[in-house]
C-alpha cells in the first residue's frame, strides 16, 4: 500500500477535505499541509527519473501536465570546491527544468491538480519563478493563467509570462501586497489559487528534490540554499523528514539558509534566537528571487533550521554576483543571483567555520542566470572596464535602446 497524505491545518490541526482546493485552513486561516501517512509496505520508487517518479509520496491528480521537470544533475564541483577550500561540493542543477527554474515542479503538480479538478482558470501571485512556471504549465493545458505582480519583476522571468501568453496585471510594490489582490481574486471570481504561498501543493512539489538528493548521492551532510519566503528551505526539510518517516535515510542532513543582507527577516530572526521572522520593513536586494519582506513560511524555514541543527546567514548583492561569476568561470553553471547566494555564504566566517573540509555539502542552484540578465549585464560591464573592454556596454546600450524605441504599449487593462 502507497503512503497516504492527509490535508491538516498547522495552526488548529484541523484535517481538511480534499474534495475542494483550499489556500488556507477556513477556521482559522492557518497555514495548510499534506501530512504523508507511511503505507504498510516499504516505499521504493519506479521508472524514468523524472519528477513523476515520486508520484506515490505526493497528493494524487487524475490528470498530469509534463514538460520534462525534475531528474536535475547533481553536479561535483571540483574547480569551485578547490576555491572554498572544501573537498566534496556538489551544485544541484535546478535551472535544467523546462522554463529553466526550480518552481517548475510545483508548477506541475498544480496545474496538474487544477486540470483534475475541472478548473479552466488560474490566478497566482508572483515575483518571476512562480509565474514563468504556471503560465508555461497552463499553456499546456489550454488554461486561462492570470499572473499578478509586483512592481519590480526580472526583465526574463517578465519575457517568459508573455511568451506563455500569461494575462499579466501589476499590483502594489511587494509580493505581499500582489498575494493579497490574488487572494481576492480567488475569492470573488473562483479561480483556481495557484500562488506558491496560497497552494500547499507547493511544498509538496519541491520535497522531491530532497528524494532526488538521496537517489543521487545519499544524505548530504549540509544542504546550502537561498531563502525568500522560507517555503523552499520548509520543503526541502520536509522531505528529508518523510524520507526518515518512510525508513529511506537513518540520518538527516544540516540545512544553512542564505538571505540578502537588504532584506532578511528570516536570517536576522535566527540570529537573533527568535521564532518568528524579524520585521524589517521594506527589504531591499538586486536578488529579486528573494526580495520577500513578510516571508509566509519564515517560522516553519526557522523551526527547520533548528531542528536540522542548521544555521541562518546573509550575503551582500555584491558576493552574490561574484559567486555567480565564480560559479559561471570555473563550473559552467549560470545561475541567477538570488541561486549563488549559497555558495557565496561559502566565504562567509560563519559558514566556513561549520564546514569541515570533508563534509559533503550540497548547493542549490535554484534557476538561470538568463532570467537577470540585465543584473548580469551590469556585473559584466563592470568587469569589463576593469580590463579595459567596453563589449558589454555596447549590448547594453543597443538592447536599452531597442526596448526604448518599442512604440506599442503595454496594455494595462486591470483583472
Ligand atoms: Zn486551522
Redesign the pocket.
Known amino acids: 500500500m502507497s503512503p497516504e497524505l492527509k490535508l491538516v ?1 498547522l ?4 484535517t481538511i477535505d480534499q474534495e475542494h482546493p483550499h489556500s488556507t ?1 477556513r ?4 497555514l495548510l499541509e499534506y501530512t504523508l501517512v507511511p503505507g504498510k509496505e516499504k516505499t521504493r520508487f519506479s521508472g524514468p527519473f523524472t519528477f513523476w517518479r515520486y508520484r506515490q509520496i505526493m497528493p494524487r491528480v487524475s490528470r498530469v501536465v509534463s514538460l520534462g521537470e525534475g531528474g536535475t544533475p547533481l553536479q561535483r564541483s571540483r574547480r569551485l570546491a578547490e576555491a572554498m577550500g572544501i573537498d566534496n561540493l556538489f551544485l544541484k542543477d535546478e535551472s535544467r527544468n523546462p522554463t529553466n527554474s526550480f518552481k517548475d515542479r510545483s508548477a506541475a503538480l498544480i496545474v496538474s491538480d487544477a486540470a483534475s479538478r475541472g478548473y479552466d482558470t488560474l490566478v497566482c501571485a508572483t515575483n518571476g519563478n512562480h509565474g514563468a512556471s504556471v503560465s508555461a504549465y497552463a499553456a499546456r493545458m489550454d488554461m486561462n493563467c492570470n499572473l499578478i505582480v509586483p512592481k519590480a519583476v526580472d526583465m526574463g522571468k517578465l519575457a517568459q509570462m508573455m511568451i506563455y501568453d500569461a494575462k499579466i496585471v501589476e499590483s502594489g510594490e511587494s509580493i505581499e501586497e500582489s498575494i493579497k489582490r490574488a487572494r481576492k481574486l480567488e475569492d470573488e471570481l473562483g479561480w483556481y489559487q495557484a500562488t506558491t504561498e496560497l497552494n500547499p501543493l507547493s511544498v509538496e512539489g519541491l520535497k522531491t528534490i530532497s528524494y532526488e538528493l538521496v537517489e543521487q548521492n545519499g544524505v548530504p551532510d549540509w544542504v546550502i540554499l537561498a531563502m525568500g519566503s522560507g517555503a523552499t528551505l520548509y520543503s526541502l526539510w520536509k522531505g528529508f523528514l518523510e524520507q526518515e518517516q518512510l525508513g529511506l535515510v537513518d540520518r538527516m542532513p544540516r540545512i544553512i539558509g542564505v538571505q540578502a543582507e537588504g532584506c532578511s527577516p528570516i536570517s536576522r530572526a535566527y540570529a537573533r534566537g527568535e521564532e518568528k521572522p524579524v520585521d524589517i520593513g521594506e527589504g531591499e536586494t538586486e536578488a529579486s528571487a528573494i526580495r520577500v519582506s513578510e516571508p509566509i513560511y519564515g517560522a516553519l524555514a526557522l523551526k527547520a533550521l533548528k531542528d536540522s541543527d542548521g544555521y541562518a546567514v546573509s550575503v551582500s548583492d555584491e558576493d552574490m554576483m561574484s559567486a555567480g561569476k565564480e560559479m559561471a568561470k570555473l563550473e559552467g553553471i549560470f545561475a541567477e543571483p538570488a541561486s549563488a547566494a549559497p555558495v557565496a555564504s561559502l566565504r562567509t566566517e560563519g559558514v566556513g567555520s561549520l564546514i569541515e573540509s570533508s563534509d559533503n555539502v550540497v548547493c542549490l542552484v535554484t534557476s538561470s542566470g538568463l532570467k537577470a540578465l540585465v543584473t548580469y549585464f551590469k556585473a559584466a560591464n563592470r568587469l569589463a572596464s576593469t580590463r579595459g573592454e567596453d563589449v558589454a556596454w555596447k549590448h547594453v546600450t543597443a538592447a536599452y535602446s531597442t526596448i526604448q524605441s518599442l512604440s506599442t504599449k503595454p496594455s494595462r487593462e486591470v483583472a
Open positions: 491545518c495552526e488548529c490541526g484541523e485552513c477556521s482559522c486561516g492557518g
